[in-house]
């Protein structure tokens, strides 16, 4: 089984900082792109951030350089560091991961969902 494990949601005060981690487990070849979406109440679910194998990452225009993604191959692991937050960057954030299932013979593309972690920005 595959699984994302997120981490470091919570409150924090305008223009304070948080890093969201999400660790992938289980059995797969490879991680082709890691991301973040996020759900604010009443809206859609938007991509914030992705980071793919190769390719520059790319951000939604509204966190543009206030928000950096970053990963580590070697423990599978995607971060979002979030600088100078804004009330409107409230919402349940989702780690989001497109991963090659199989080995280095035969692997299928396959993507995961974390359950998300909610952040609140807020006096």
């Known amino acids: 089984q595959v699984q994302l494990w997120e981490s470091g949601g919570g409150l924090v005060q305008p223009g304070g900082s948080l890093r969201l981690s999400c660790v992938a487990s289980g059995s797969f070849f490879s991680i082709n792109k890691m991301a973040w979406d996020r759900q604010a109440r009443g809206k859609q679910r938007e991509l914030v951030a992705a980071i793919t194998s190769g390719i520059s990452p790319n951000y939604a225009d509204s966190v543009k350089g206030r928000f950096t993604i970053s990963r580590d191959n070697a423990k599978n692991t995607v971060y979002l560091q979030m600088n100078s937050l804004k009330p409107e960057d409230t919402a349940v954030y989702y780690c989001?991961?497109?991963?090659?299932?199989?080995?280095?013979?035969?692997?299928?593309?396959?993507?995961?969902w974390g359950q998300g972690t909610q952040v609140t920005v807020s006096s």
């Open positions: 989001n991961a497109d991963l090659f299932v199989g080995s280095s013979w035969y692997s299928e593309r396959h993507d995961y």
